[in-house]
């Protein structure tokens, strides 16, 4: 962009705004002019009328062209302090653009660069997620070498940071199969009015047990309602390998919490080369609730039937849901906690 030319100022133009001698003088020299001239008329006069009458007029002649004077200069200093406030004002409104003008220049080239590189960013960003869709239709098309046994652990916070998810898994390859990667549908809050969560705001962690696998997510999908994660394993799976995955879900029971009432819903994947089975070969369920949570919570499954109570590690009430072989359809649990209206 070709930016209007900016006006630089002449170091001379800074006492432009005052009165300059010769600009004062010049009407003084024109005043002057005009009473030299009335002063020879009244000097020729005096020689006739040196007594009585001519004495009066000649002082009556001398006290106009006095006022005369006086008014010439009084009106030649006010144009003067007119157009002294005129140029100042001028002045003060062309440092003013220019100001503008290199400030506007400024912004511009700020806003370039800054389209440049989201310009950049964003191509990169589409070749990162190129790559990645790549990596996941090529080995997703494949009929899914593994099972996997999940235990998935809700945490009920007493408020909206201590709602947490812990995935434990099992991964068992097929014989003679490496597991490079695993796709999973991480837990997000269901409320209609949820906004989009990352995988960088929920603080994942993930390690396997026996520490020989380094294990990284990258995020798939990151939307309201559905944040996708693969996991990458170096090196690939090729054994039964057990492993975990940490993170915090903040406000997924907000709704639990103010209305006493909210579903948690899951889906296993079903495999590509039997969609009626899915790859899990066991699914547990917990639900732990806070300490003062007591006795006003329980927990049903989708046939109504109250899940088993257990007490959780750190001495909480926990309510747990288990199968084998479950199937690829979406199941529910109901959870229930009748908290007074002062909690």
């Known amino acids: 962009m070709t930016g209007s030319p900016v006006r630089q100022m002449d170091p001379t133009e800074r006492n432009t705004n005052r ?48 006022l005369l004077f006086l008014g010439q200069v009084a009106v030649a200093w006010v144009r003067l302090r007119r157009r002294a406030r005129v140029q100042l004002v001028e002045t003060r409104h062309q440092q003013e653009l220019s100001a503008a003008r290199e400030e506007v220049a400024r912004a511009t080239e700020r806003a370039a660069a800054a389209a440049a590189e989201l310009s950049g960013l964003q191509a990169l960003r589409g070749r990162y997620a190129g790559a990645l869709a790549a990596l996941h239709d090529m080995w997703l098309g494949y009929p899914a070498p593994y099972t996997d046994d999940l235990e998935l652990t809700y945490l009920v916070g007493a408020d909206a940071a201590g709602d947490r998810v812990i995935e434990h898994r099992r991964t068992v390859p097929d014989t003679g199969a490496a597991l490079p990667c695993l796709e999973s549908r991480l837990t997000t809050p269901t409320q209609l009015d949820a906004e989009a969560v990352s995988l960088a705001e ?60 909210d579903t948690l819903t899951w889906t296993p994947t079903p495999r590509l080369a039997d969609g009626s089975r899915s790859t899990l070969s066991r699914l547990v369920v917990n639900v732990d609730f806070p300490p003062e949570a007591g006795d006003d919570v329980f927990v049903r499954d989708r046939d109504n039937r109250e899940l088993k109570r257990l007490t959780g590690p750190d001495g909480c009430l926990r309510y747990r849901w288990e199968a084998d072989l479950p199937l690829p359809e979406r199941y529910e649990w109901d959870l229930w906690w009748a908290r007074s209206p002062d909690r």
Request: overall charge positive.
């Open 19 to 66: 009165l300059s001698t010769r600009e004062l003088l010049e009407p003084l020299k024109s005043t002057a002019v005009g009473a030299n001239v009335v002063l020879a008329a009244i000097s020729a006069g005096l020689a006739i009328w040196a007594n009585g009458m001519g004495r009066w007029l000649l002082g009556i002649l001398v006290a106009a062209c006095v």
């Open 202 to 261: 929920i603080e994942m962690v993930t390690r396997s047990e026996d520490d020989r696998i380094a294990i990284r997510q990258v995020a798939l999908t990151e939307q309201a309602n559905l944040l996708r994660c693969l996991f990458v394993f170096r090196p690939s799976i090729t054994e039964p390998t057990s492993w975990y995955a940490r993170y915090r879900m903040r406000g997924m029971w907000d709704v639990l919490r103010a209305t006493g009432h």
